[in-house]
C-alpha cells in the first residue's frame, strides 16, 4: 500500500528520473546561498536572489495554469527540465572558470524562476495523467513529497562535502547532469493525454484566467487553504535564505553545517511524507493542514531561539515534519476536490501561493535580518504561522459540510465508515 502508486509504469519512470534530477537541484540550491553569501557577506543578497529565483511564479503562474489546461502538459515538461538544465550547465561555467559575479547569479536565478513558473503547476496536474486509477492519487503525491525531501536530506549533505573540497561550481555541473535523467524518463513514457476541447486553439487569455480565479476562490475549501499556504510561505518559508546566516554567524560552523541543517529539514520531512503516503485517502487531511501548520510555526520559533548545534537540528526535524504536511496534504485536498477541466489553474494557484509569495518573503526576510537580526525574524514569522493554522482551524467544520458530498461521489466516505480511515 506504501509504494500503490509505483505500479503505474509512467508514473515509476518519474520517480526515478525526478529522484536523481531533484538531488543534483538540492546541491545547486545550497551551493548557490553559499556562493551569494561568500562573494557579497549580505543578508540583503541572499534575499534578493530568492527574490529573483521565484517571482515569476508569482507573475506567470496564472498563465502556466491556463496553458496546463489547454496544451500538451507531457511536452510543456520536457521543454522546462531541458532549460533548466541549460541554466545549470551556465551557473557551472561561470563559477569554475571564476567569471561568476553576484548580478550572473542574479540573472541565472530569475531565468530559472521563468522555466519554474510553467514547469511547477504543469508538473503537479501532469500526475493524474501518469497515475490512471484516481485512488492512487493521494499516494503518488505523498511520494513526489517522499524524493524531494529524500534530495532535500541528499543533496545538502554532498553539496557541503563538495563545496568544501571542490567548491561551489561542481556541484552546478553536476546538477545540469542530473536533468538528463528526467529527461529521458519524460521521454520513454507512453502517455495518452485526456481530450482537451481547446488545445491547439488561440483561446482568449482573460476569461480563462477569471473563470479559474472565481472557481477557486468562490469554493470556500479551495480559498482556505491557498490562503494559508501563501501565509506560510511569506513568513515561514523565507528560512531557507537565512540558514547561511544561523550556519556561519550564529552556529559558527561551515558549509559542512548548512548542508547538516538542511539535511536536518529534509529528515523530518521524509518522515512527514511517510506518513502520508501509508494513509488510504484524502479524509481527515484537513484536520492535519492545521496541526501541522502549529507544528511548522513553532519549529521556527525555537529554531530561532537555539545556539547549540545538536538541539538546531532536532528542532529542524520538527519543523520539515511541519512543512512536508502541511503543503503535501493540502495538494491532495486540492487534487481531490478540483473539477479535471480546473485542475491546471488551480494547481497554478497552489504554485503561486506556496512558492509564488516566496520571493516576497525572501526579500522581506533578508531585509528585517539586515535590521533586526535572523533570529528575530524568524520568530515573528512563526508566530504569524501559529495564527494562520489557528483561523484556518475555526473554520473547519464548514470546511468539512462543503467537501464531504465530493468525498462521497469519489468513493472516500465509504471508506472512511468501514473504521478503515483515521486521522493519525
Known amino acids: 500500500m506504501l509504494l500503490r502508486a509505483l505500479r503505474h509504469r509512467n508514473y515509476r519512470l518519474f520517480f526515478g528520473g525526478q529522484g536523481i534530477s531533484l538531488i543534483g537541484t538540492w546541491m545547486q540550491r545550497i551551493a548557490m546561498s553559499w556562493l551569494v553569501y561568500r562573494l557579497t557577506n549580505s543578508a540583503l543578497l541572499l534575499g534578493v536572489v530568492g527574490f529573483a529565483g521565484e517571482i515569476p511564479v508569482f507573475l506567470l503562474a496564472p498563465l502556466a495554469g491556463v496553458s496546463a489546461d489547454r496544451w500538451n502538459r507531457h511536452h510543456i515538461l520536457v521543454i522546462t527540465q531541458t532549460l533548466a538544465m541549460t541554466q545549470a550547465f551556465i551557473l557551472a561555467l561561470l563559477t569554475l572558470t571564476g567569471t561568476i559575479a553576484p548580478w550572473h547569479i542574479i540573472t541565472l536565478s530569475l531565468f530559472l524562476g521563468l522555466v519554474d513558473a ?40 554532498i553539496a557541503g562535502i563538495l563545496i568544501a ?35 491547439g486553439q488561440v483561446t482568449l487569455l482573460f476569461p480563462s484566467l477569471k473563470e479559474g480565479f472565481t472557481y477557486a476562490f468562490r469554493f470556500a475549501p479551495v480559498r482556505y487553504i491557498l490562503l494559508l499556504i501563501g501565509l506560510l510561505s511569506l513568513v515561514g518559508k523565507p528560512y531557507t535564505v537565512l540558514m547561511p546566516i544561523f550556519a556561519r554567524d550564529i552556529l559558527h560552523g561551515g558549509p559542512n553545517t548548512l548542508g547538516f541543517l538542511m539535511a536536518a529539514w529534509g529528515v523530518g520531512a521524509l518522515g512527514g511524507a ?9 479524509l481527515g487531511l484537513e484536520k492535519m493542514i492545521a496541526i501541522a501548520s502549529t507544528i511548522f510555526g ?13 538541539l538546531s537540528l532536532l528542532l529542524l526535524l520538527l519543523t520539515g515534519f511541519g512543512m512536508m504536511v502541511q503543503n503535501a496534504s493540502s495538494n491532495t485536498v486540492l487534487q481531490t476536490i478540483v473539477d479535471d477541466d480546473k485542475r491546471g489553474r488551480v494547481m497554478s494557484m497552489y504554485t503561486m501561493a506556496h512558492m509564488g509569495t516566496g520571493p516576497l518573503g525572501s526579500l522581506l526576510a533578508g531585509g528585517l535580518a539586515s535590521t533586526i537580526g535572523a533570529p528575530n525574524t524568524l520568530v515573528m514569522g512563526g508566530i504569524l504561522c501559529i495564527l494562520g493554522s489557528l483561523m ?33
Open 274 to 282: 511517510f506518513y502520508l503516503a501509508s494513509r488510504k485517502s484524502a
Open 392 to 424: 484556518f482551524a475555526s473554520r473547519l467544520s464548514s470546511f468539512r459540510k462543503m467537501v464531504r458530498p465530493i468525498f462521497a461521489r469519489a468513493g472516500i466516505i465509504s471508506e472512511a465508515s468501514s473504521g478503515t480511515q483515521t486521522l493519525g
Open 298 to 310: 513553532c519549529g521556527l520559533i525555537a529554531f530561532s531561539l537555539s545556539r547549540v548545534l545538536w
Open 165 to 199: 573540497i571542490l567548491g561551489e561550481g561542481m556541484c552546478f555541473l553536476l546538477n545540469s547532469i542530473s536533468y538528463l535523467a528526467v529527461i529521458i524518463a519524460l521521454l520513454a513514457m507512453k502517455i495518452t493525454s485526456p481530450s482537451r476541447e481547446k488545445e
Open 118 to 157: 510553467f514547469d511547477k503547476p504543469t508538473r503537479q496536474s501532469f500526475v493524474v495523467e501518469m497515475v490512471e486509477t484516481r485512488e492512487d492519487l493521494g499516494n503518488a503525491i505523498a511520494l513526489n513529497s517522499f524524493i524531494f525531501n529524500s534530495a532535500r536530506l541528499l543533496g545538502p549533505s
